[in-house]
């Protein structure tokens, strides 16, 4: 079967190739409903990569190729299962599941292995839409982010950064019982996103001192949990000198360049630093994780609806990587076959 698919070309260069595509033995063949841009493929095609790694693990070569182009893209996205392979036990046609893996679905058709261990596709749950299960894998990461952020019933929380995923952290923690929920940014479009999706107190930045307000409405003793989701090194610094003594900063950006941090307070005030990324939780426990994130989508409790803010034809790709890239009020940019 021929399907197009996006490329990256060259540094800060998108296409679109047409290739022969089916199903190995162990995988099964999907026809694309929608797909995302996530903040991973941006750094991707501006060329921003990550240190080789030196040590096994179990997402070996997917993040750490020394030559990245050409190369097919995407890992966001949902759609229905048209063909099986011979060894792909447990799916069907005409299942409907979402990618959890770099199974390129930034095409008219993908094709991914099915998983003993999970972490490959899930089947999207009763009562989730095909548009949400479309943004299953970037919803079940930040959606554990905030599960997992240690937050407790009254606790003051800062949010550092009001893309999708800090949308849904600050959405999350509040429903567990955050009493203020301060979200940060530089974008006064997403921070009044942020207002309406539940948000005590929002903060441009740019134009005030994120610390000293989190101290006013602290008493001076700074937020009990703190999480970055900004993916630079003034946030980490903002989080790292806003959290109390003893609190918890969470981190959940991916950071691809050096930083200049000073951390005495990692030390010092005996601060509990988290990873909150439930894509490199081991692979036996990590299933359940993403379906039991995804559950609060299904009841209600988390908006994401009001997240997209644009969607293109595939064909339209180059588009669709501009605006996410360039346009501050971009939260997500979907992609239609």
Known sequence: MKTRQVYFESKNIVGIREVDISPKPNEVLIKTHLSSICGTDKNHLQGF???????????????????????????????????????????????????????????????????????????????????DASLGEPTACAVYAGMESGVMLGDTVLVAGAGFAGQIIAQVVKKMGAKTVVVSDIIDGKLELAKRLGADVTVNAAEQDVVEVVAGLTNGYGADVVIEVAGNENAIQTCTDSVKHGGIVGLYSWVLHPVNLVIDRWHNDGLDIRTLAVMHRIKHDKEWYQLKALSNVVNGMVDIKSLVTHTFALGDAEKAFETAINDPNACKVMLKP
Not at 60 to 85: L, M
């Open 49 to 131: 990569l990550p240190n080789p790694l030196k040590v096994k693990a179990y997402h070996n070569d997917a993040y750490t190729s020394a030559n990245p182009f050409p190369r097919p893209v995407g890992h966001e996205g949902a759609g229905t299962v048209v063909a099986v392979g011979s060894a792909a036990g447990g799916f069907k046609e005409g299942d409907k599941v979402m990618s959890f893996g770099g199974f390129i679905t930034m095409s008219d058709y993908f094709a991914a292995p099915v998983s003993p261990a999970g972490g490959s596709i899930l089947k999207v749950p009763d009562g989730l839409t095909m548009d």
